[in-house]
């Protein structure tokens, strides 16, 4: 059994790519107040959000659980609307040795979008599961950031 791989899942939604990415980068720090499953959300190191290297704290239901973890953005490619991500520490380090997430967003022809989130990870042993439960907490969540930019 690998202890590496790779998951992903693409959710289409009706915001338009521009105005879906653009939240990543100027309002993430809002996601705890827009997304069920965000508990809490504090900048823990750095004094922006949306840079690459800040590192945020994080409370998340994952699997019916809280978890918490840290998160910083690694990387912010505007031009192709992608976001890459690495999560640490705290639960998520009890069982990923690596754990990135990738969020790219694709326009379509109908003025919506379509979102495809990737997770890669390396679990630390061949007993932890692969992260089916972060792929469905990330597909749940890019829903309700579609909600709430349909409703503003």
């Known amino acids: 059994m690998a202890l590496s791989g790779k998951l992903s899942v693409e959710v289409t939604v009706q915001t338009p790519a521009a105005k879906y990415f653009n939240i990543f980068i100027t309002q993430f720090h809002k996601f705890q107040n827009i997304c069920e499953r965000i508990l809490q959300a504090?900048?823990?190191?750095?004094?922006?959000?949306?840079?690459?290297?800040?590192?945020?704290?994080?409370?998340?239901?994952?699997?019916?659980?809280?978890?918490?973890?840290?998160?910083?953005?690694?990387?912010?490619?505007?031009?192709?609307?992608?976001?890459?991500?690495?999560?640490?520490d705290g639960d998520i380090s009890k069982n990923y040795k690596v754990f990135k997430v990738f969020i790219q967003v694709f326009e379509k022809s109908d003025g919506g979008a379509s979102v495809k989130i990737t997770i890669e990870y390396e679990k630390i042993?061949?007993?932890v599961e692969a992260p089916y439960g972060f792929l469905e907490f990330f597909e749940k969540s890019a829903k309700d950031i579609d909600s709430h930019l349909l409703k503003a």
Do not use: R
């Open 125 to 127: 042993n061949e007993n």
């Open 42 to 88: 504090k900048l823990h190191e750095g004094d922006n959000w949306h840079v690459p290297h800040s590192v945020k704290n994080w409370t998340l239901i994952v699997d019916g659980k809280p978890i918490k973890l840290k998160e910083k953005i690694e990387a912010i490619d505007k031009e192709n609307k992608l976001m890459t991500y690495n999560f640490f």
